[in-house]
């Protein structure tokens, strides 16, 4: 029963998600050619502010739980597990005090309205995963301005998202290339929760019902781990041991 209702509410959120993308491409547009950077990006928070109100279409709800004081004027490196695409517009809206910047695949870059201009002029980092002559030289660079500015870098290390929640194995060149590029972070486990329930069902139609949870866990100094290894596996097991499937 609840997948039958399910595709009637599914074509009117892809409706209302079009929509909103499409609207904000000439508002992202705007603000960044006329007002600069700043305006750009208070522009790019209200669309995942947006996009969260489009998921609420589907019945579904957000928790965002931080119980630490994150020391603020020092970047982070913000490492999380990846179940969805709907991990993405949550995690940058809750974080937006912190200027939240994704690493992406470069495919993403061209074809998207508001998401592909996003990423090309909000500092993101665009990397082709079959091209370490791209990828590497992408990520030092990425790393040096999130140094620079003090801002945070959001990294899914799987690599791809999980289909069913499980966490993958975390790829570890582009944690390294971070943690020797930005040496003054903060690093911060996020563990996302039921984010790939949304698509339970494929991308039609979609899940309904479901509490996407974000738990963020105790920043760690970067400075204090002489053995990188042994961060990266904390970390890990950090995020891994509060999944819950």
Avoid at 28 to 39: H, R
Wanted: aromatic share 12%.
């Amino acid at each position: 029963m609840l997948k039958l209702l399910s595709y009637p509410l599914s074509v009117i959120y892809y409706l209302f998600f079009g929509l909103t993308l499409l609207v904000f491409h000439p508002i992202q547009w705007f603000c960044f050619n006329v007002f600069g950077k700043k305006t750009h990006q208070q522009s790019v928070y209200i669309l995942q502010f947006c996009l969260m109100r489009c998921a609420n279409i589907l019945g579904t709800r957000f928790s965002f739980i931080n119980e630490h004081n994150i020391e603020p004027n020092r970047p982070l490196i913000i490492v999380a597990n990846h179940q969805s695409l709907h991990d993405i517009y949550p995690l940058t809206w809750y974080m937006r005090k912190r200027n939240p910047k994704f690493i992406s695949k470069i495919e993403l870059g061209k074809g998207i309205p508001s998401v592909s201009y996003n990423l090309r002029h909000g500092g993101a980092a665009l990397i082709d995963r079959k091209n370490p002559r791209q990828s590497l030289p992408a990520l030092m660079k990425f790393g040096e301005f999130i140094e620079e500015n003090n801002y945070a870098a959001v990294i899914f290390p799987e690599g791809t998202r999980s289909k069913d929640g499980t966490v993958k194995p975390f790829q570890r060149k582009g944690l390294e290339i971070l943690f020797k590029k930005i040496p003054s972070a903060l690093i911060v486990p996020v563990s996302i929760n039921n984010s790939w329930k949304m698509l339970r069902y494929g991308k039609f139609p979609m899940g309904l019902g479901n509490h996407l949870k974000f738990t963020v866990h105790k920043p760690i100094d970067l400075a204090i781990f002489v053995n990188k290894e042994d961060l990266i596996e904390t970390v890990e097991s950090t995020i891994k041991n509060h999944i819950k499937n």
